[in-house]
Structure formats: C-alpha cells, structure tokens
C-alpha cells in the first residue's frame, strides 16, 4: 500500500534485560503508589504492596545487574522512555506524587 502511513510499534525494539528493567520499574512504581500516603485509602493494602516492594525492588536489581554485567553499560533513556509511555508510565507514576490540593 503506497502512500500509508505505517504506525510505529507500540513498543520500541528492547533487550530482553532492558524489558525486564522496564516492567519491574513500573512494578516498584505501581506499589510506591499504592503505598503512598496521600493516596492510599486502606493500611492493609498499602502494607500488602510494601511487602511487594521488596521482590519488586529485587528484581529491577536483577535487570540492572544483568545489564552491567553483559556490557550494557549505557542506558538509552529516549528508548526507555517511549517504553514507559507505550505501557501508561506517565499515568502510573502520577500515583507516586502528592495529590492536588483540595479547593476549600
């Protein structure tokens, strides 16, 4: 087909270990807005995802770990990036920041 446009991926071209630092970053992310005490509505929930947070926190260790250790020594942030926003990174990050303020 001539002429049309072809859409971009939804997500770029990762290594396998840069995927896996992609999800367990949104995975740390996920939990640290469940915890987050300007949003969180229930103890139990948040204490559930800071027991998470540990496995999560280990395994984007391992990713970076991995990396290192395979001579990926530079992260390709604009890459990165459009990884996150391919898998609503944007959205999910927002829960780890402070709501706005209430109007009085």
Known sequence: MS???????PL???TRAEGDL???YLAVVDLLGRINP???THTYGALRAAQALV?????????????HDRGENEVYSATL???LRALDGERRAQRVSLPPPQAS
Not at 3 to 9: I, K
Not at 61 to 66: E, F, H, I, V
């Open 3 to 9: 002429g049309v446009p072809v859409p971009e991926p």
């Open 12 to 14: 770029p071209a990762l």
């Open 22 to 24: 992609v999800d367990s």
């Open 38 to 40: 300007g949003r969180a």
């Open 55 to 67: 496995g999560s926190a280990t395994a984007l260790r391992d990713a970076l770990t991995l990396m």
């Open 81 to 83: 990036t459009r990884a």
